[in-house]
């Protein structure tokens, strides 16, 4: 292995068929994680996001699919696995964690044995150990009496402690990779920051590489390592969590960071991004942002930028080219 | 103070009975259990401002809210707007030019709109149920003003909502809420199902109506920045209470309450990068069986033998109010200021 990564995304296109025409969720994304790092994928609510991790893991919805690029972990292609390949790689080395910590237990099983199903499915321990295992997990996510809770049901968790266990879930078999989708936003302030302190601990102990989904950019400036902005489908720029929200290089990532109401010093405005995001439909030629863009020409209203090197990071947008417009 | 103010809350209290029925009471041998969602609050508010209550889920926020539009009957305390007594429902009848001034925006645009029917007659509802327009054309017009006056087109009056984005609707929603011409709004958390992009043209756009109409925002949310953003008062609750107010410069820049200070704590902040916050403990109790004493005991740091025996009340401080034992007894650490310049 010459190679650091951990996951390589390369030119992913995930289209849905539908009776009105192809819609493409995730257009032309490359992105890669490095072992034991944290990768935020932030954007506003239908940006390809979410579809992006799910491709990831392999949980596309039909008639969701991957329609063309590839993703590769430890090198490995993992895109074009059959069902059941996938699924010994789904959990064991690439955990899960979804927004809605309810939905994500089943509520007819007590959560121990659903932890040491997950266990024993991935690791060769007997159900003693496993056992063993998984009270050891929840003590791990500072769930107290741990070896008592084990017999309960999800319903007798409150929202973070149930956040608590389903974190537990997605380490039960130490993958090498985390995709948390929204993993607090169902949470109240205090309780997220406990979860984020947690996941953010346990990944430096465990050396855990997690790709942190999230609409909240507060959230990814306390525990991303680098970020990736999206925005209807695309990256939009990507690089060092503290280039992109210091010195941000898209117009999009300006607008979107102006727009988060500071603390500490009192605007009478807030920066607005006039308009909406475009519906998958009618994603504009040229440059997807160009209709709401302060700085649109006229190179953006025909030609797609692709991601290019600004300072640090890399943005999508004509304003960094280097090189003249050859149009 | 020689004004009185717009509206006056005084020992407001809600509970809600949520026991089993009886028959299962009866069999199982268990009592009532009563929630006690609003607690003995207090606060007023002057004509023209913004006063925001911020809390956690379940501490009784949107309760408040409800009650004061009328949309639940108070258990005890009063509700007093501009020197008349709303509380019970019977009295709120007898003054229908009240309820007429208040006006509510929700939180869930996709749920608040009448998916059946055309934007423009949701817009107009307000002016024929109160009869505020009799003709069509009068309707038509007033309509199409309130629509523009959002940032809609008039054309937008013979759409349906689906066809709007969510921040689009939250806009409708507006419109509708002006069609009353009220001076009293009460927003329940208006922009937390929109993006923040979104969020900033919502937020922008309440002030600048404000600021047109002099309207008097009832702010409730739980993002704390949102209401550093929009506010000039902040009310704190916890469980049903109010634990701190003050105005917004003070509430931020000098917090009292050890529950203030942890939630303030609790904001990522985008200066903040890669910075190891204070550890929160511990989580909001169930309000069906909350602690005796001050309710944030619990979680509290400072707490100490009377703070698990006797309700502080609330203390009146510079710039506001605070009902914590810690700060009465004077225990309380300084708060770090800010180092950033």
């Excluded at chain 2, 921040?167 to 809420?177: H, K, M, T, V, W």
């Excluded at chain 2, 009220?182 to 600048?208: G, H, R, W, Y």
Aim: include cysteine; glycine fraction near 8%; charged fraction near 25%.
């Amino acid at each position: 292995m010459t190679s650091p990564k951990l996951l390589e995304v390369k030119n992913l296109r995930v289209e849905f068929p539908t009776r009105r025409g192809t819609l493409v969720a995730v257009d032309d994304v490359s992105l890669e994680i490095a072992a034991g790092e944290v990768l935020g994928v932030v954007g506003e609510s239908g940006a390809g996001k979410s579809m992006t991790g799910a491709a990831i893991i392999g949980l596309l919805e039909p008639p969701g699919r991957i329609a063309s690029g590839e993703i590769r972990l430890e090198g490995r292609r993992i895109d074009n696995l059959p069902y059941h390949e996938m699924r010994r790689i789904r959990g064991r080395q690439i955990g899960a964690i979804f927004q809605d910590p309810l939905t994500s237990l089943n509520p007819l099983y007590k959560v121990g044995d659903q932890l040491i199903e997950t266990i024993q499915t991935h690791l060769p321990l007997t159900h003693a150990q496993a056992r063993d295992r998984a009270v050891k997990l929840l003590e791990d996510v500072g769930i107290p009496s741990a070896a008592e809770r084990i017999t309960h049901y999800p319903h007798q968790f409150s929202g973070g402690m149930r956040q608590r266990v389903v974190i537990a879930l997605a380490l039960a078999a130490e993958p090498k990779l985390i995709i948390a989708d929204e993993p607090t936003t169902a949470l109240d302030v205090s309780i997220q920051a406990q979860i984020i302190q947690l996941l953010r601990r346990l990944c430096r102990e465990h050396g855990t590489a997690v790709m942190l989904v999230t609409h909240d950019m507060g959230v990814i400036a306390e525990t991303a390592d680098r970020v990736a902005v999206m925005y209807a489908g695309r990256i939009a720029e990507i690089g060092p969590v503290q280039d992109v929200i210091k010195r941000p290089h898209h117009p999009y990532t300006v607008g979107l960071m102006g727009a988060i109401p500071a603390m500490g010093h009192k605007a009478e405005r807030l920066t607005q991004i006039d308009g909406s995001m475009p519906r998958l439909n009618a994603i504009p030629k040229g440059c997807a942002f160009n209709p709401r863009c302060p700085k649109v020409f006229d190179r953006c209203r025909v030609e797609r930028p692709d991601p290019m090197p600004a300072g640090n990071s890399n943005a999508a947008c004509w304003l960094v080219a280097k090189e003249p417009a050859h149009v | 103070m020689s004004k009185t103010p717009m509206l006056s809350v005084t020992n407001l209290k809600r509970v809600f009975d949520v026991s089993a029925p009886w028959l299962n009471r009866m069999l199982e041998g268990k009592g009532r259990s009563i929630v006690r969602a609003v607690d003995g609050v207090n606060f007023s508010i002057d004509k023209g401002e913004t006063f925001s209550l911020v809390g956690e889920s379940g501490c009784g926020k949107s309760t408040v809210a409800r009650l004061i539009v009328g949309l639940y009957e108070p258990s005890d305390g009063s509700i007093n707007f501009e020197g008349v007594e709303i509380g019970q429902a019977a009295t709120r009848a007898k003054h229908p030019e009240i309820q007429g001034r208040m006006q509510m925006i929700f939180q869930d645009p996709y749920a608040s709109l009448n998916p059946r029917w055309r934007v423009g007659d949701i817009v107009a509802e307000p002016l024929r149920f109160r009869r505020l327009l009799k003709s069509r054309a009068e309707i038509q017009t007033r309509v199409g003003e309130l629509l523009a006056q959002v940032g809609l087109s008039p054309l937008d009056a013979r759409k349906y909502p689906h066809e709007f984005s969510g921040g689009q609707r939250q806009r409708i929603s507006i419109a509708r809420a002006l069609a009353g011409e009220p001076e009293f709004l009460v927003c329940d958390e208006p922009t937390s199902a929109l993006d923040v992009s979104v969020q900033a043209q919502i937020l922008n756009l309440m002030k600048e109506l404000q600021r047109k109409l002099n309207l008097t925002y009832l702010f409730i949310s739980h993002n704390l920045a949102v209401v550093y953003h929009v506010s000039d008062k902040v009310g704190v609750m916890y469980l049903g209470r109010l634990v701190e107010w003050a105005d917004t410069q003070t509430l931020f820049e000098r917090p009292l309450h050890p529950y203030t200070r942890m939630l303030l704590d609790a904001i990522p902040d985008l200066d903040m990068t890669g910075r190891a916050r204070t550890p929160v403990a511990g989580e909001v109790p169930s309000p069906l069986n909350p602690p005796p004493g001050c309710s944030f005991h619990p979680r509290c740091p400072l707490a100490n033998e009377r703070c698990r025996r006797e309700v502080p009340k609330a203390l009146p401080v510079e710039g506001g109010a605070v009902a914590c034992h810690a700060v009465e007894e004077n225990r309380l650490p300084p708060w770090k200021t800010q180092a950033a310049a």
